[in-house]
């Protein structure tokens, strides 16, 4: 009951070699206030019944007994073991521009002596099959300023109504070629490089029925290709240092975006022929295409400019227009 049993119970020791954490020990020390009277803690009235049942149990005994009842007395400020954790799944968002380069029938099958799109049929032909890849599928409105509510099934498309359905196949149109365009903004749970698998079903499927989904870095209204770059081969670019080093070169003004990306390109040969070449293309939004293009006719002899630019100032840039028909 002296001062030495109260250094001992302290530094976690005791005359019969028990052994007492200094955590507990240290808590057991600030409620007692002396060495003789009963210890006291918060929230708990003892009993004269447990005071006479500590008096036959040494300090350290007597200790252990007050922590245990003092534990059922006092409510737990946390949990002894978490609860599960809640999975959570990544979604991503991309924005593309969606082309169908030929009708498609009520069962997803490309119509080869037809040239009459029905818009929400080719769409809704497209999202149905995207959902077996994705079936969390969301499409939103490509403006959001335009008020609509996302979709998630084919069902909900407006099938009667050509501005609604503009909402989410945005500026859709088809072409002198005859080609179906129209940008489309969705959420999945897959990455790009997993829905373009080409080895997957859903690739298959696209490519069976000549339909081309390009995803594209920048919000746009219609995407327009300006050319490509010469001298960098598609395959080995490394694309994030192509273009950022590009816009640093073109320093071109805020708001005027561009993406540089490897596709097939096609040009007529001396015969009116098609030839067919992998290339990295260089794509804008239609309405910035002008003053782009003017920026890369800007950007040097690569003679010289190759000893300023380490990544870009070997390459040139090659403009490439469309052909007007009856020229």
């Keep these: 009951g002296g001062i030495s049993d109260i250094t001992n119970v302290a530094a976690g020791r005791h005359e019969n070699g028990e052994k007492v954490t200094f ?20 929230g708990t009235q003892r009993s004269k019944e447990a005071n006479r049942e500590d008096k036959e149990f040494s300090d350290f005994q007597r200790a252990s007994n007050m922590m245990q009842r003092e534990e059922v007395n006092i409510l737990k400020l946390l949990p002894e073991q978490g609860g599960p954790e809640l999975a959570s799944t990544k979604s991503y968002t991309f924005i593309a521009e969606l082309q169908f380069n030929r009708p498609l029938s009520d069962k997803g099958l490309k119509l080869d002596n037809s040239k009459e799109f029905n818009i929400p049929t080719c769409f809704g032909q497209w999202m149905k099959r995207t959902r077996t890849v994705s079936p969390a599928i969301v499409i939103h409105p490509y403006r959001q300023e335009s008020g609509g509510n996302p979709l998630t099934h084919e069902e909900q498309l ?3 109504d050509s501005e609604a359905m503009s909402m989410y196949y945005h500026n859709h149109r088809v072409e002198r070629n005859g080609i179906l365009k129209g940008m489309v903004r969705f959420s999945i749970t897959e990455p790009w490089m997993s829905l373009k698998n080409q080895r997957s079903p859903y690739f298959k499927w696209l490519a069976n029925n000549r339909i081309y989904l390009r995803h594209t870095s920048f919000d746009a209204d219609t995407v327009v290709l300006l050319g490509y770059i010469h001298g960098e081969h598609p395959d080995a670019a490394r694309l994030l240092d192509v273009t950022n080093e590009f816009t640093e070169r073109l320093n071109v003004p805020d708001g005027i975006d561009f993406q540089i990306t490897p596709r097939y390109l096609t040009v007529p040969d001396k015969n009116q022929t098609k030839v067919e070449f992998k290339a990295l293309a260089v794509e804008t939004d239609n309405k910035m295409a002008g003053k782009l293009r003017e920026a890369l006719f800007k950007l040097g002899d690569p003679k010289i400019e190759k000893h300023k630019w380490p990544v870009t100032g070997k390459t040139m840039f090659v403009p490439m227009y469309k052909r007007r028909h009856g020229r």
């Design 23 to 42: 955590m507990r020990a240290s808590a057991i020390i600030a409620r007692r206030k002396n060495a003789t009277k009963e210890v006291q803690f918060i």
């Design 158 to 160: 407006p099938l009667n």
